[in-house]
């Protein structure tokens, strides 16, 4: 998968932010060894922008839709203020098991609250209210996680959705793949939303932030 951002200049912008733990460096390694689309860890620039979100708007309870190897959920729980929580759903054990061992190398397992399962079960098991929730899961169900995690989003709390330009290809109409066709009409969804405020970044491989109106 190639990303919105030329190469070179991603290569450059990681060059000027800080650098990660090397920890992440050894994740990068395993994932690409062990797993089949290593392209879905979200990488430095992405993994220092969510944890900046945190941070700065001082998120307590999140929910990450799609773990993978960790990344993420790593990068935020090192942004929470004592005492907050993250709960991470997959469906893979093998994926899950390799974030559990990064995130207890990393010293903040016991933030993160890893759940196997469908990512739907997961969220109608929760109450919330969440003040951040990171849909970065299987593509044909974005509106579906979108939906179900609306209701639960704190009155301030911000909704992000990963992949939201799919390299590109939701701009141009002569791709018609099914996870191309499910992004673009999960784009489509948000911004016919009366309901909801959103932007949408060209960070890595685009990301729309969404909150509701007050």
């Not at 016991?110 to 969440?130: A, H, Q, V, W």
């Not at 959103?198 to 932030?209: A, F, S, Y």
Request: glycine share 8%; aromatic share 8%.
């Amino acid at each position: 998968m190639s990303f919105v951002v030329q190469e070179e200049v991603e290569r450059y912008a990681e060059a000027h932010t800080t650098p990660v733990a090397g920890l992440f460096e050894r994740l990068a390694a395993e994932t690409r060894e062990k797993s089949e689309a290593p392209q879905m860890m979200v990488g430095v620039l992405e993994g220092r922008f969510l944890e900046f979100l945190v941070r700065q708007t001082k998120a307590r309870n999140i929910l990450e839709i799609g773990t993978f190897t960790g990344w993420s959920s790593i990068s935020m729980a090192f942004g929470l203020p004592e005492g907050g929580r993250i709960v991470s759903c997959d469906v893979n054990e093998e994926t899950t098991a390799i974030a559990r061992r990064y995130a207890e190398e990393a010293g903040v397992a016991d933030r993160i609250d890893y759940r196997l399962g469908p990512g739907l079960e997961t969220i109608d098991s929760l109450d919330g209210p969440f003040d951040l929730v990171f849909i970065d899961a299987d593509k044909p169900n974005y509106v579906s996680y979108y939906e179900a995690v609306l209701p639960k989003l704190a009155d301030d709390g911000m909704v992000i959705a990963d992949n939201v330009l799919w390299s590109g290809r939701v701009a141009d109409e002569s791709n018609d793949d099914e996870n191309t066709l499910a992004i673009r009409a999960f784009n489509d969804h948000v911004m016919e939303d009366d309901r909801i405020e959103c932007v949408m970044l060209t960070v890595r491989d685009g990301m729309t932030l969404i909150r509701k109106k007050h």
